[in-house]
């Protein structure tokens, strides 16, 4: 028994050495120079770093305006898209009314169409709003994200209603009710999604290639793919770009990832 166990755990160590080396060696490579990110055999570590990658992305590109761009659209869609989802969760779950069943099965239905199929509706409905090649066009799709409504409803259902029940009877009003007592109660699913729609809008590189022609208002994914042909020989300048890309997404998992684990299996299990 024992020696099944070291055989998993093994397992598991290899399996995150091979997932995390590229991530290893794509933050390590940008702090190498051109010569040493071509050398045979490579260093596994940079002897001599040097900054000179990102200084030179800074020096060619906006980089500066598109790592604001996508933090403003990541944290504006990530606030917005977890009150609107927790809020439809608690009213799928803690009210009856009629249509309830329909509206949760619409938005199931909705979670099984490719994305790829609204894009011309949306891109329509945003030239028509006039909103093209602003922000707001790439924050708007985002707000009412059916799979946090359904993540949201799985984990309200976990709550007891004699809780909000009891609080009824101390006189708390509707809005008390939200946010003094479910609110809190739903921290671990309201992580969870947290994680899910910052990292679908930090990554939602192909709604704003459409959205955004602007150099200044594009984001940090779109800029970057622009920087591929200039810094086409230079693997020490692509990989300080997708650093920069990769970091913020990695600091929000980190912050978050005790509520994630906990929203995931809470929710999983019950429902």
């Known amino acids: 028994m024992k020696l099944l166990k070291?055989?998993?755990?093994?397992?598991?160590?290899?399996?995150?050495?091979f997932f995390l080396f590229p991530l290893y060696w794509m933050i390590t490579g940008s702090f190498k120079d051109q010569s040493t990110t071509i050398k045979i055999p490579p260093d596994l570590?940079?002897?001599?770093?040097?900054l000179a990658n990102y200084v030179r992305l800074t020096e060619?590109?906006?980089?500066?305006?598109?790592?604001?761009n996508s933090v403003v659209v990541a944290g504006i869609?990530?606030?917005?898209?977890c009150l609107i989802a927790t809020m439809?969760?608690?009213?799928?779950?803690?009210?009856?009314?009629t249509g309830q069943t329909i509206i949760f099965g619409a938005v199931i239905v909705t979670m099984m169409i490719p994305r790829q199929l609204g894009l011309v509706p949306m891109f329509t409905l945003m030239r028509d709003l006039d909103l093209v090649n602003h922000l707001s066009s790439v924050i708007l799709p985002?707000?009412?994200?059916p799979f946090g409504v359904f993540l949201m409803k799985q984990f309200s259902q976990t709550i007891p209603h004699e809780l909000l029940e009891a609080a009824k009877i101390d006189g708390c009003s509707e809005v008390g009710l939200f946010a003094r007592i479910f609110l809190p109660v739903v921290k671990p699913g309201i992580g969870a999604l947290a994680i899910f729609v910052f990292s679908f809008a930090w990554n939602d590189y192909l709604w704003q290639l459409i959205m955004l022609s602007d150099s200044r208002k594009m984001t940090i994914n779109v800029g970057i793919s622009t920087l591929i042909s200039?810094?086409?020989a230079n693997y020490g300048a692509q990989m300080?770009?997708?650093t920069l890309g990769f970091v913020p997404i990695l600091i929000i998992f980190i912050a978050f990832q005790r509520y994630f684990v906990k929203g995931i299996t809470v929710g999983s299990v019950k429902g």
Do not use: C, M, V
Not at 45 to 50: K, R
Not at 88 to 97: D, E, P, R, S, V
């Open 142 to 145: 985002i707000l009412a994200l």
């Open 77 to 81: 869609s990530t606030l917005l898209a």
């Open 240 to 242: 300080a770009s997708a």
């Open 88 to 97: 439809a969760g608690y009213a799928l779950t803690k009210h009856k009314f």
């Open 230 to 232: 200039e810094f086409s």
């Open 6 to 17: 070291r055989s998993a755990d093994l397992l598991l160590y290899a399996s995150a050495f």
């Open 60 to 68: 060619d590109s906006f980089i500066y305006n598109w790592l604001l």
């Open 45 to 50: 570590f940079p002897l001599q770093p040097t």
